[in-house]
């Protein structure tokens, strides 16, 4: 059974959320090690604001519009950079919209593609895999969240195969998690026993990215994580702990993954709390 979780778990840029509009919820154990959370958005008529920010999942997002009787499906890749979404809707439509979100080492494991396709791409899920809208379709109907989740995790765990675990590549993940991203690409490559060649291969087929860009995202994530967790952010501790050149250099890494200072972020995040 993998174990990353108990390691890592990504934030957005609101981990506080949970409203009326907005709710995460755990996924059921067995599938735990693959999946980060369901979250579930009742919209209300006119879409708001909100900062998205590298967070190295991939979300599986289905829409319901209960006007038009319509449903869709969006698999969002692994972003490499923040974006304010604003949405805007007719007046009157009822929607939801109901979505997993994957863990970057585990979604190879439910859908087979070339995950180069989904870097910093946002694909209707008809394209990817047509019959996936039909095994959806009951959400037209059911409104309990509890069995949404049933369906979806039925539907997970007949997707899941385990047997396309790579050992080497998911020794370079435990490197990656295990040093907080801060490993280099050689060390990761020596404690694989494979060739950096191969293992950016693996790396842009089933996560998206490169091995150096992946890291550089988990090592991100760990400082938003601190920087969202302590009550005074330590800049000097994170740039040792994290293995930063400077100041400048985490501070400019930073904004460029969130694109907003740690202060700013912060500020962000308690808003919604």
Not at 91 to 115: C, P, Q, T
Request: aromatic content about 12%; overall charge neutral.
């Amino acid at each position: 059974m993998l174990s990353f979780h108990t390691q890592y778990r990504p934030l957005t840029s609101r981990p506080y959320l949970s409203n009326q509009t907005y709710t995460e919820y755990p996924p059921g154990q067995a599938l735990k090690p693959y999946i980060v959370c369901y979250w579930e958005v009742a919209e209300p008529e006119n879409g708001g604001n909100v900062l998205v920010i590298p967070d190295t999942c991939v979300d599986l997002i289905i829409t319901v519009n209960h006007t038009r009787q319509k449903i869709t499906g969006r698999l969002c890749g692994i972003q490499d950079f923040s974006y304010v979404t604003e949405e805007i809707r007719e007046r009157g439509e009822r929607i939801s919209s109901f979505a997993v979100r994957f863990h970057f080492w585990a979604v190879h494991l439910f859908l087979n593609l070339d995950f180069r396709e989904l870097y910093n791409q946002v694909l209707d899920v008809e394209l990817v895999r047509k019959e996936w809208l039909d095994v959806f379709e009951p959400f037209f109907y059911v409104h309990g969240t509890e069995e949404r989740i049933r369906i979806i995790e039925n539907f997970l765990m007949s997707r899941l195969d385990s047997g396309r675990i790579d050992p080497n590549l998911f020794n370079s993940f435990q490197q990656i998690l295990g040093s907080c991203g801060t490993q280099s690409v050689k060390e990761i490559c020596r404690y694989s026993c494979v060739s950096q060649r191969q293992l950016e291969r693996l790396f842009l087929q089933q996560v998206g990215i490169s091995i150096k860009r992946t890291s550089s995202l988990v090592r991100y994530q760990n400082v938003w994580r601190d920087v969202i967790r302590s009550e005074q952010f330590g800049i000097q501790d994170a740039v040792y702990r994290y293995g930063y050149a400077d100041q400048a250099h985490l501070l400019k890494e930073f904004k460029r993954f969130h694109g907003v200072t740690p202060e700013q972020a912060k500020k962000i995040a308690l808003s919604s709390r």
